[in-house]
């Protein structure tokens, strides 16, 4: 059980470093309404310690339609919840957006499919560049939760959980 939790809680963090947030102070003002969302983002097998990448598409504005991608590194074996710090690189040239997330194992499964585990995003925006930053501004909420593959051939792998977007 213990493998379960460590290959969910590393997919959960895959699909969290969808962006690359960057470290902010402890001490930051309340965290503000979301701007933009995705009803899509994915994650390949990545094994645990191992770059990858987080792939967002079908977003919201629609400056941000193209969706983006941000890399991360898994976190360690057995690591069943933690904080990094993530930048999503829009395509299109939009721009960057980062942030400070939090990720852990969910109580219930939600709406994730036997065999995956369902991991809770929470963080908020701490930056970013371009027309994204724009339309996200620093202190908006990301949320999300994914549904991490514990077993199988795509052990490591990640989706957002049916019917919820990622938003930030």
Do not use: D, H, Q
């Amino acid at each position: 059980m213990k493998m379960k939790a460590s290959a969910r809680t590393r997919t959960l963090a895959i699909a969290v470093a969808a962006g690359s947030l960057v470290a902010v102070p402890f001490a930051t003002p309340a965290v503000a309404a979301s701007s933009a969302s995705c009803s899509k983002v994915t994650t390949p097998p990545v094994a645990a310690g191992k770059k990858g990448a987080v792939t967002f598409a079908t977003c919201t504005p629609a400056k941000l339609s193209a969706g983006g991608t941000a890399t991360f590194t898994s976190p360690p074996k057995g690591t069943n919840k933690g904080k990094f710090v993530f930048t999503l690189a829009w395509k299109g040239g939009a721009g960057t957006t980062l942030g400070l997330v939090s990720y852990g194992l969910a109580k219930g499964n939600g709406n994730c499919a036997k065999g995956t585990t369902r991991i809770t995003i929470t963080g908020k925006v701490t930056g970013g560049t371009g027309a994204a930053a724009a339309i996200i501004k620093a202190n908006e909420a990301i949320t999300g939760s994914t549904c991490a593959v514990t077993t199988g051939a795509k052990l490591g792998s990640s989706s957002l959980e049916p019917k919820t977007a990622f938003k930030l």
